[in-house]
């Protein structure tokens, strides 16, 4: 069984930085694709960034290309998420999800944290 864990969630001005990071209770940790989606309230969940078991290939949402970061520490068994120039409404919990094989649809991964709050004033 995988257990996810998210953190690094706060407040933030707009404009700014926030490095969100998810651990995971699994010594395969290495073995799965990694994920990061958002939902923001009353808006369903959508995806922000994949990255492969090797981190050699990555997807991102076209809002947060050029902005958000994914990259994982295979060794520490951690996925990042780095936010920069952050706007308002990147406003959402976010959550770590893991899969088999590297996917940007939110039915494809097996397993979810229970998300860290993300929020951006304006």
């Known amino acids: 069984q995988v257990q996810l864990v998210e953190s690094g969630g706060g407040l933030v001005q707009a404009g700014g930085s926030l490095r969100l990071s998810c651990a995971a209770s699994?010594?395969?940790?290495?073995?799965?694709?990694m994920g990061w989606f958002r939902q923001a309230p009353g808006k369903e969940r959508e995806f922000v960034a994949a990255?492969?078991?090797?981190?050699?290939?990555?997807y991102y949402a076209d809002s947060v290309k050029g902005r958000f970061t994914i990259s994982r520490a295979n060794a520490r068994n951690t996925v990042y998420l780095e936010m920069n120039s952050l706007k308002p409404e990147d406003t959402a919990v976010y959550y770590c999800?893991?899969?088999?094989?590297?996917?940007?649809?939110?039915?494809?991964?097996?397993?979810w944290g229970q998300g860290t709050q993300v929020t951006v004033s304006s």
């Open positions: 699994v010594r395969t940790f290495s073995s799965y694709a």
């Open positions: 990255t492969s078991w090797s981190g050699s290939s990555t």
């Open positions: 999800a893991a899969a088999l094989y590297i996917a940007t649809i939110e039915g494809e991964f097996d397993y």
